[in-house]
């Protein structure tokens, strides 16, 4: 992707130096050719310059095409609406929210202790391979072409068959990871809601967006309090075992809507 780049500068930058180089040489001959030759020259440079008013009408001509294109009506106005009601603004920083969440840091810790086994156990297992193959070497000179090719036919399958296994693994555990995450992004979501309702707050913005604030337009603290009680940690699938739930996803977001309106059923109350 940088090459392309790199080779168009380049270009540009050889290209007007070819072109000056090309009309510095008429400069460096015209001299000997005395007075009368480089009066001759002149003119014969004038004649382009000559033919360049001849596409003028070509240009021209471009306009009444745009003039034929037929105006575009203005569309009608709509009717009045209702304003939007006053801003009453309150601020979010979401990685402090993360940071300070205690299943969102269980889930980490239990998400890089299964990569750290998959990537000691594929470790384990390149080393296992390159042993055999070391060893079908040490044989090679004791067995006939055909032994030769089916012990090396068979040492590649049993290593696709690895490959397999822990492209399987690597998914898995991405896919847990997908999971818990997005179950922290909706009890997250769901805080938001009511902390901002609880203080009248129609306009929720992340901290990074913010240049300046008061401290009374911070809801991280609140917000970061109420998720740790209401999520205290998230209940992750056993090792090598894919979350069959998340997989059917589509039938658990309807189920899990409705479980946040009880959480604002009190707010309503008040």
Known sequence: MTARPAL???AA??????????????GFFIPPGGGGGGGQSRPAQAQPQQQ???QQPAQ??????????PPQPNPAPLPPGQPPPAAVIGIVDVPEIQRNSTAFNSVREEIEKRRQKLNDDLQREQTRWREEQQTLANQRATMNPDQLRQKERELQERITDSQRVFRDRSRTIEQVAQGALQEIEQALAVVIRQV???RNVNLVLPRPLVIFNDAPFDLTDEI???VNRVLRNVTLPPEGQAPAPAAAGGGQAPA????A???QQPQQRR
């Open 8 to 10: 168009a500068a380049l």
């Open 13 to 26: 930058i050889l290209i007007p130096v070819g072109s000056a180089l090309a009309q510095s040489d008429p």
């Open 52 to 54: 360049r008013p001849a």
């Open 60 to 69: 021209q001509q471009r306009p009444p095409q745009g003039a034929q294109r």
């Open 196 to 198: 901002a309702a609880s």
């Open 224 to 226: 970061s309090q109420q």
């Open 256 to 259: 899990q809507r409705p479980a």
């Open 261 to 263: 309106a009880p959480a």
